[in-house]
């Protein structure tokens, strides 16, 4: 994992607010990290375990909470990565970190763990001089959960696109954290 910015990225494990657990994601968690992943690709995106570990080698944040009851991977605007969202923030922002993935396990759902994970983010994005942190939420096919749990958040939309051949429209967001 890199680090996001000049800030280290996680270097072990952090008690969160909530009092949750945020740890790295380590080479031992790769397995659960994928099939959490792609049981939700619908609303992520379905990888192989050799993209898994390349996107986690990418990150500047890439964390999981309890024995993977939640885990989130992002970016900064140095990445090499090709995702056409990723890529839309490159091209309308100088400066950014981009939540690629975020998933909660249903059985770990209404515990608050994606806005530990969001706030934990905001920590070290601000640590590493970011003023913005950037995601997309599915517009075609819906997340109603995901639109209200970032409206809560207080991200703001400013785009939208059509991906992957028109398969999936995508509404991208931004939170200000400066």
Request: with cysteine; hydrophobic share 50%.
């Amino acid at each position: 994992m890199r680090k996001l910015g000049s800030a280290p990225a996680i270097a072990g494990a952090v008690l969160f607010r909530n009092s949750a657990l945020i740890e790295p994601i380590a080479s031992t968690d790769l397995a659960a990290v994928l099939a959490l992943n792609n049981a939700n690709a619908e609303a992520l995106s379905w990888v192989t375990m050799d993209q898994l570990a390349v996107l986690i080698e990418q990150a500047a944040h890439a964390c999981r909470i309890g024995n993977l009851d939640a885990f989130m991977i992002a970016f900064d605007e140095r990445a090499k990565y090709e995702s056409p969202n990723f890529l839309w923030f490159g091209a309308n922002y100088r400066r950014f970190t981009y939540v690629d993935r975020i998933v909660v396990a249903p059985q770990a759902r209404g515990r608050g763990l994606a806005r530990a994970l969001y706030e934990h983010l905001f920590v070290a994005a601000r640590e590493a001089g970011h003023t913005m942190v950037c995601c997309e939420v599915n517009a075609e096919p819906p997340n109603p959960e995901s639109d209200a749990f970032h409206q809560r958040m207080g991200f703001l939309e400013v785009g939208m696109a059509t991906i992957h051949g028109g398969a999936k429209s995508v509404r991208y967001f931004v939170r200000q954290i400066s």
